[in-house]
């Protein structure tokens, strides 16, 4: 699949979820998220098991998908899915320096349709933001 139709689908998913290795156990979680030419960031409380965990390691999987439909034909056996979907991987961060939280933070808000807006220093300090270098990514669609 090629890199715009990949974005298209990123762009149109409501949901991302991130796939992290918490203490040699595989642990998936979704998050909202923003998306910008190979970057994906997502916020978190400051601690928790998410935060502990990509302290720990930063290997990420991440997934979305997008127009998903249960396609129903006689016996349950012979239903199938319709569906596009991404899967990428790459290495998270923490984002420490506050301009680039308040970025990060308006691409998560554009997102879901939401405008920039000013973000009080209370809030940057008790919100983590999480940037994903996206290495690799792959797009699936359903045959119908």
């Not at 979305?64 to 998270?92: H, L, M, P, Q, T």
Request: glycine content about 10%; proline content about 4%.
């Amino acid at each position: 699949m090629d890199r715009d139709t990949i974005e298209g689908i990123i762009r149109s998913a409501q949901v991302c979820r991130i796939g992290l290795v918490d203490d040699g156990q595989p642990y998936v979680v979704p998050v909202c998220f923003g998306y910008a030419d190979g970057v994906l960031y997502f916020h978190s409380a400051p601690r928790g098991r998410k935060v502990e965990a990509l302290r720990k390691n930063d290997a990420v999987c991440c997934e979305f998908d997008v127009d998903v439909e249960i396609v129903r034909d006689g016996d349950a056996c012979d239903w199938s899915v319709r569906y596009r979907s991404v899967i990428g991987f790459g290495k998270a961060s923490i984002v420490e320096e506050p301009e680039e939280k308040r970025r990060a933070l308006d691409g998560i808000v554009a997102q879901y349709g939401g405008k920039p807006q000013e973000y009080p220093e209370d809030t940057l300090r008790r919100t983590a933001v999480i940037k994903v270098q996206i290495d690799r990514m792959t797009g699936k669609t359903s045959e119908d």
